[in-house]
């Protein structure tokens, strides 16, 4: 089946840098989210975006939907070590018919003492 | 308030067997839908289920089958496995059609 493109596929930093990554897509979307999953869980909901070019904040987390709505980053500041898990992103076409949503293959995200 | 619960936890199964997965929605939320992850990947879509309908369906083929029940919770059923059915199964659930999808922790199926 169909997947976004993510990247990077891993990231080593240090704690207390700055982490971005982001997600393209062939398709157009609707909404874009931003999901983290850890070892044994299901996906957690981080982020949701709703319009075109809209910029939105949750803590230390910062995401954007794309002008093109073909494209979405998700921005981490100052990290610390329980942001370590998978970071998902997925879009979605709403409207009439399937209302799922397609993932990214995530990003590793590893957190070196 | 109650989140997505899903059973079992885990369960292992031979090639060519039946397997029903359960989920139980978060309260209140009338939406869900299944999805299946492979090991290293992200989830994929198999269907939604809204009132006790399927409303849409990923590329998965018609082994892969479902229920809703009044009460909002769901079933996945997969007939005549197949190894690469292993995979991690989720179910999400939402408060409205259309609305954001919260997941439950998944059964890890393992078909030997």
């Known amino acids: 089946g169909q997947q976004l493109n993510q990247s990077p596929q891993s990231m080593f930093i240090q704690e207390g840098e700055d982490v971005s990554m982001n997600c393209t897509s062939s398709s157009i979307f609707n909404t874009w989210l931003w999901y983290k999953q850890d070892p044994g869980e299901g996906p957690v909901l981080l982020i949701a975006l709703y319009k075109a070019g809209e910029l939105t904040s949750n803590g230390r987390l910062t995401a954007q939907f794309g002008i093109t709505r073909k494209d979405s980053f998700l921005n981490i500041s100052a990290s610390i070590p329980s942001d370590v898990g998978i970071y998902f992103c997925?879009?979605?076409?709403?409207?009439?018919?399937?209302?799922?949503?397609?993932f990214g293959k995530g990003t590793h995200l590893i957190i070196q003492p | 308030e109650t989140g997505v619960t899903q059973s079992p936890t885990h369960l292992i199964k031979t090639r060519g067997q039946q397997v029903t997965l359960r989920c139980s929605s978060q309260?209140?939320?009338?939406?869900v839908s299944w999805y299946q992850q492979a090991l290293g990947q992200g989830p994929q879509f198999i269907f939604q289920?809204?009132?006790?309908?399927?409303?849409g369906r990923g590329n998965f083929p018609p082994r892969f089958s479902g229920l809703q029940f009044p009460n909002y919770s769901s079933e996945l059923n997969v007939n005549a496995l197949e190894l690469d059915d292993s995979a991690l199964y989720l179910c999400a659930s939402s408060l409205i059609q259309g609305g954001e999808q919260y997941f439950g922790p998944g059964t890890r199926l393992t078909v030997t």
């Open positions: 289920y809204y009132r006790e309908e399927e409303n």
């Open positions: 997925a879009g979605r076409v709403s409207g009439g018919g399937a209302d799922g949503l397609t």
């Open positions: 309260s209140g939320h009338n939406t």
